[in-house]
């Protein structure tokens, strides 16, 4: 099976669990108008704060880094708080047992003690990447993106990890790297899954809009509105189904049952890279 192909196929297995539980999109909708709560609640009172005395911004100050990171951190905790009551309640499913949106977030808040040390952990990495893309030149954009896309793979099951099993943010990288190494091997590369089929959705919401645009007037303004409204379902979808892979993954990486998955898509997820003897995880 191609990479498109199993791509695909994991996105409708996901899907499948979706459709028989349509509320879990409900948990990534809270963290996206938990989100712009807070962008209104930290980062507005930020830009008063550190105006300066013409007008403009001081964004040297060392006080703006610190808010700055605060708001950062604050912003992962809200991301990694909904996505951990996602991965719980996607369990349930799995399971074969009911669940609701109450029970699935009263199960983040009983793990807030793991969970925020790890969204401390994702936010500083991110924001180092993010420095030494910005100011390394084309090097460190080239090393910040390599360091991006293995951080991201290492950390992938991070998130079931910290859920389940209730261990520390280093500990939890160190579990979800050992679950990878142990099931997909040494030397691996993504592949593109949940998030090739939410581009393709994009892709085809834009044409429309194209049409709309064209034609100008009332209809461009009613395109403009139709592909935000596409925009968002698609970014709740794809996310509500990045947590379903994320913990079919896990369950298939710790030897449990995996409904509605067949082990042949999950094991391609992360295929062997060509040429190297090396990977991720070193030699």
Known sequence: MSRFQNSIALAKSSWQVLRDDKQL???????????????????????????????GYSGSAPLVWLLGFVGAIAFTYVVVFFNAA??????????????????????ARQRAHVLLPWAVVSATVSVVLR???????????????????????????????????????????????????????ENIMTNAGIGLVGMIAMFAGAIPLMLFLAIGGPIAVF????????????????????????????????????????PDQLQGSFRPRRGRASGFFGA
């Not at 108008?33 to 009172?45: C, E, I, K, N």
């Open 25 to 55: 999109t409900l948990l990534p909708l809270l963290s996206m108008l938990s989100s712009l709560v807070l962008a209104v609640a930290v980062f507005l009172p930020i830009g008063l704060i550190v105006r300066d005395g013409s007008g």
């Open 86 to 107: 996602l991965v719980f309640a996607a369990n349930q499913r799995f399971q074969g047992l009911p669940v609701t949106v109450g029970e699935a977030i009263q199960s």
């Open 131 to 185: 420095a030494i893309e910005q100011r390394g030149g084309i090097f460190g954009r080239i090393i910040g993106s390599l360091a991006g896309v293995a951080w991201s793979v290492v950390t992938f099951l991070v998130l079931p990890v910290l859920v389940f099993e209730g261990i520390g943010p280093i500990a939890a990288v160190k579990r979800s790297g050992e679950l990878f190494k142990r099931t997909w091997g």
């Open 223 to 262: 395109g403009v509105v139709l592909f935000a409204v596409w925009f968002v379902a698609v970014m709740l979808v794809s996310a509500t189904l990045t947590g379903i892979f994320q913990t079919a993954l896990y369950r298939y990486a710790t030897g449990a049952p995996v409904p509605g998955f067949e």
